[in-house]
């Protein structure tokens, strides 16, 4: 490996590169789906090659190879500078990388099980099993549970004098339970929605979710919708699980810090931000008591790892502090252009793709409340769960979102049940009435593992530590 990955830097170098780096990325995968009693889809993956990556007198070029020898290293490199010369005719700003980032290091995920020790058979059972729970329940029609887990090595290196090894361990899991009556269908999802939960985590992450002990009363939630309230329209307070708190701060603040949609270079998928420079350190993004911090470093997260697809250490940088905008997610590049350093936060969805600037852990910190306090101080409201449904602007200010189940709050308690509970905001009034967030004890770090991004698409995994915090004077139920 190491000497394709120095062959590689040597033909860049000897072509006329003034900066390069390789990465070599080896990734294994598998998935299970079990579908009402049926395995529905049941894949493995494996995928293996290197990307180079040069800045010829500040222009970029890039080229990859699924084939692993000396003389596809060479040309590789050679395409990667070629294309540099290539991107320079076009004209344009050059790229300043800032200062070097100089590292020799390996870094693995810590876990206790290897997920890809388990039997087939024994996974297999397992979603099994938890189907025959959920199908107890006369009116699930679909019950559906899954299994994800992916193994990644990747070596990186650079001209700089760089060269770091990574083994990142992955496992995700979820299970769905939908229900139709009486011309309305309903769904309840474990431990998250879109799919499934997911950790840089071994086979222990599958266990502490107990997917089997939570079947049957995820199932009975779903069949209890369809016969709930409807969410009534008006502005009230809401509380909203960690969950959908994670993907609030993904759609409102994770998209909104990333430097290169500010500084209008990458606007697929997301757009924009209205995060401009002119509001660091100054803007009120919320109240006092949100603070936001991109930490790669927390064990488990998704978006944890040892060093960014540029070689920079992972880190934890504070967002917002006391309701004040901070930070953005930053690379090599568009942290010089601010005269800063990058934060670590460039990654590639594969060995074939440029990397990009993606969320890490972009975490709303625990706050001092107890969830049974909190709702027992909250005279009149919601409580919301889980994510059913999500739009939010192209600059990451207007928004709406839906989740999959609610309760009424009636003088400090929880009350009935409530469908197709949606809530709308500006982004930073939003934050601005958030008037108290839930303790460690209930924060999770919960994993994204979708998050698209770039033309062409990449696809990153990040994660959101995120407790139930409380909104007040908030526009519910303008869509049913």
């Known amino acids: 490996m190491r000497e394709l990955v120095m062959r590689a830097l040597d033909t860049a170098r000897a072509r006329g590169a003034g900066y390069a780096d390789v990465r070599v990325v080896g990734r294994k995968s598998e998935s299970i789906t079990v579908r009402n009693r049926n395995v529905e889809a049941l894949t493995a993956d494996e995928t293996m090659g290197f990307g180079v990556r040069v800045l010829v007198d500040g222009y970029w070029g890039f080229a990859g190879s699924n084939r692993m020898t000396l003389e596809e290293a060479d040309q590789a490199a050679a395409e990667a500078v070629r294309i540099a010369k290539a991107s320079a005719r076009a004209g344009g700003p050059r790229a300043d990388l800032g200062p070097p980032e100089v590292h020799q290091d390996a870094y693995r995920t810590a876990f206790a099980k290897d997920p890809f020790a388990v039997s087939l058979d024994d996974k297999i059972a397992l979603l099994i099993v938890v189907n025959e729970q959920m199908m107890k329940v006369k009116s699930i029609v679909m019950a559906e549970s899954n299994l994800y887990y992916q193994r990644e090595n990747k070596t990186f290196a650079s001209t700089e004098g760089s060269y770091i090894e990574q083994e990142l361990i992955e496992t995700g899991c979820g299970i ?233 709050i009636k003088n400090g308690k929880l009350g009935d049940l409530v469908k197709n509970a949606t809530y709308t905001g500006i982004t930073p009034q939003f934050w601005g009435s958030c008037d108290a967030v839930c303790n460690r004890d209930h924060w999770v770090v919960w994993g994204t593992p979708n998050c698209g991004k770039g033309q062409p698409e990449q696809v990153a995994h990040t994660g959101h530590g995120a407790a139930p915090a409380r909104f007040r004077n908030i526009q519910v139920g303008l869509v049913r």
């Open 176 to 408: 769905e339970a939908t229900a139709v009556g009486d011309g309305e269908v309903q769904k309840r999802s474990y431990p998250n929605s879109v799919g499934r939960h997911q950790g840089t985590e071994g086979w222990e992450f599958v266990e502490r979710y107990d997917l089997p002990g939570n079947a049957l009363r995820v199932a009975e939630e779903a069949a209890a919708l369809l016969t709930a309230k409807p969410c009534p329209s008006g502005v009230t307070t809401i509380i909203l699980d960690g969950s959908q708190l994670a993907l609030q701060v993904h759609e409102s603040c994770g998209h909104a810090i990333e430097l290169d949609r500010v500084l209008g270079t990458e606007a697929a998928y997301a757009g924009t931000s209205f995060l401009t420079v002119d509001k660091l350190g100054v803007l009120q993004y919320g109240s006092g008591v949100v603070n936001l911090t991109a930490d790669a470093t927390i064990p488990g997260g998704l978006g944890t790892f040892g060093y960014d697809d540029e070689g920079v250490p992972a880190q934890s940088t504070p967002i917002v502090r006391e309701g004040v905008f901070l930070g953005y997610l930053m690379s090599r590049e568009t942290a010089a252009m601010l005269g800063m350093r990058s934060n670590g936060t460039m990654r590639a969805a594969d060995w074939n793709h440029i990397p990009l600037i993606r969320m890490t852990n972009v975490n709303l910190e625990p706050g001092s409340w107890r969830l049974e306090d909190l709702i027992a101080d909250t005279d009149d409201g919601l409580y919301m769960e889980t994510n059913r449904s999500w739009s939010i602007d192209d600059r990451r200010l207007n928004f709406q979102f839906g989740t999959e189940l609610a309760r009424e």
